[in-house]
């Protein structure tokens, strides 16, 4: 069997938008990928994929390629799976997951596709637990147990990737408490980095929510790996953990070394604010989750009450969007409140705001320009950055 030593094509997916961050985050680890839709692509080996899976804050999954080939007829794809050494990701005995799409090929039935897939892996490893579960297209959250494949097929040319992640990437484990309409980790943490912020300013979110931002600040200022954001610096867990090949010394030594990196404090200030009690009493149990407590500030008050520390730093936002008709009125006038107030009390800073249009940007008063493009909760959004001006 091969060793996990042989470098193999990996894959980092992430939101659309999101790609050159998290280029720049494999770069920072000595990896250099190059940036696709949906994600960035490199060659390396376990210690490659162990430290992505860790550190990759703007990732939502890490996956291995396992075969790539094509196929028009059944028996070709049969042909074809059988050839994949299913055993390296399988254990005997094991449970699979399958995620199967197919554009514009031959082959257009996803479920007989995932029947014959299946019907593989158990002719390489064995009955499988539960007989195989097939996976809607979006997968969720969360693949538990199971060994999740995805199988693309477009214009015949089929695409198999193991994935190592398990559950995806945002699921850090420390957020248990949510506001209303929670900002995924990954998110929060593309704000932070597309905005330019890199930990040695202070940060303020004057609507925090559940404290994502504030959150993913502390860990960046930190130096925390988000695969160890809970009080006791142990590891989520990875589905690369149960292949037949896992190096668990290799891996206890990539936990070690990023352990190791932890500053003992945030050398800034980092402070979330809401006007909502609930809103910041989940972001304190969130953060203390995250074993931040005592790296971010919470406080109730409305935006036009915030007290900035001593400056200059970054202003993140991630305010409402008013996806209702009848919401944007109140909304212009929010967006306009904001400007006011960061005119007065942060002249100088940085404002990073992620926005679902132009006219709502304006009202805010000063120039902002485009950071990056992605989606929020399906909407489609950009963050946006630019200086604060003196108040007028």
Known sequence: MPSQDDRQPLFAVTAPGLEPLAQAELRAMGIHGAAQAGGVAWTGGADDLYAANLRLRTASRVTVLAAEFRARTFFELERHARRVPWERWVPRGGAVRLRVTSRKSKL?????????VLEAVEHRVGPLAGGGVVADEEGGEDAGDAQMFIVRFVRDACTIRADASGALLHLRGYRQ???????????????????????????????????????EAALIARGIAPGLANPERAPRGYAFTAWPEFDAARWSAAVDRAREEIRPSAAVPVLGSDRDQ????????????????????????????????????????????????????????????????????????????????????????????????????GIPVRLVAGRVPQGR
Do not use: K
């Not at 995924?184 to 404290?211: I, K, Q």
């Not at 995250?290 to 409305?302: I, K, L, N, Q, T």
């Open 108 to 116: 257009y039935h996803e479920g007989a596709i995932a029947q014959r």
């Open 278 to 377: 609930g809103a910041i009493e989940a972001a304190a149990a969130n953060a203390a989750r995250a074993g931040v407590p005592d790296d971010v500030e919470f406080s109730v008050r409305p935006i036009s009450a915030i007290d900035p520390p001593p400056g200059p730093g970054w202003i993140v936002i991630n305010p409402p969007y008013g996806v209702r008709v009848g919401e944007r009125d109140p909304l212009r006038n929010l967006y306009a409140a904001v400007g006011r107030t960061l005119r007065d009390r942060c002249p100088g800073w940085t404002l990073a705001l992620l926005s679902p249009d132009h006219a709502l940007e304006r009202q805010v008063g000063m120039p902002l320009d485009e950071a990056l493009r992605t989606s929020n909760g």
């Open 177 to 215: 408490a949510l506001a209303r309409a929670p900002l995924r980790e990954t998110l929060g943490a593309a704000m932070l980095l597309g905005s330019g912020w890199d930990g040695t300013a202070p940060l303020v979110d004057p609507m925090c929510g559940s404290g994502t931002i504030p959150i």
